[in-house]
């Protein structure tokens, strides 16, 4: 199998990644805390984040991987940053691979296993067409239902929906997503609406079905 491309500056993805050999990744409520925690320390100083949706056993991010000039903006307000966010040396594939060490680490001590938490290479998939934008953030967003996790995907806690469509502060692209969309109202809207996977198949090609 060949070796995944690198995440590039600029660029948006839908990455996902599951437990190994199908095991949950998110045992319990905290887990999903402690995940979300992790990822704003490792991913959040090399990307913006769109949509997210945490299950059980897989997760679902859409993201664009931020810039040079963005990043050495960014510390340049901030005055610091962790460890690997020089603009030279972006690496937001490696900064991945942190958040899921980082999380593994901690999973195995807490549960007593030992051994990979999550399949040893994280699903990327490139979005570079306008009109995915929006159909994929519905996937992410509908996934808990598609898995039937719940019934209506509006329920789940560990998703951005609620997020986007609050007025509470929030690390995720609020602004750029309503505008994705025409608005809230639109949103909600077409979150109401089917589509099909055969629609989204350039960027679910390689997904958990």
């Not at 030279?88 to 900064?95: K, Y």
């Not at 991945?96 to 994280?122: C, E, M, P, V």
């Not at 598609?146 to 609620?162: A, N, T």
Request: glycine fraction near 4%.
């Amino acid at each position: 199998m060949p070796a995944p491309t690198s995440l590039q500056p600029g660029t948006y993805y839908h990455i996902y990644n599951r437990g190994n050999n199908g095991e949950d990744l998110f045992r319990e409520e905290r887990n999903y805390r402690y995940f979300l925690e992790l990822y704003a320390y490792h991913i959040e100083p090399v990307a913006y984040t769109y949509a997210y949706c945490l299950l059980k056993n897989h997760f679902h991010v859409l993201i664009r991987v931020k810039t040079e000039t963005e990043i050495q903006s960014q510390r340049l307000s901030t005055l610091k940053s962790p460890p690997g966010t020089h603009a030279a040396n972006i690496r937001a594939s490696q900064h991945f691979s942190n958040l899921f060490n980082a999380y593994s680490k901690a999973i195995n001590k807490a549960y007593q296993r030992t051994g990979s938490l999550f399949q040893d290479r994280f699903g990327r998939l490139a979005v570079n067409h306008n009109a995915y934008f929006t159909r994929l953030v519905y996937y992410i967003h509908y996934n808990p239902q598609k898995h039937g996790f719940v019934s209506d995907f509006r329920e789940w806690p560990f998703s951005s929906y609620q997020a986007i469509l609050s007025n509470k502060s929030t690390h995720i692209r609020r602004a750029e997503v309503l505008a994705w969309f025409g608005g809230v109202e639109e949103l909600v809207t077409s979150h109401s609406l089917n589509v099909s996977d055969q629609d989204l198949a350039p960027l679910i090609e390689d997904d958990f079905g």
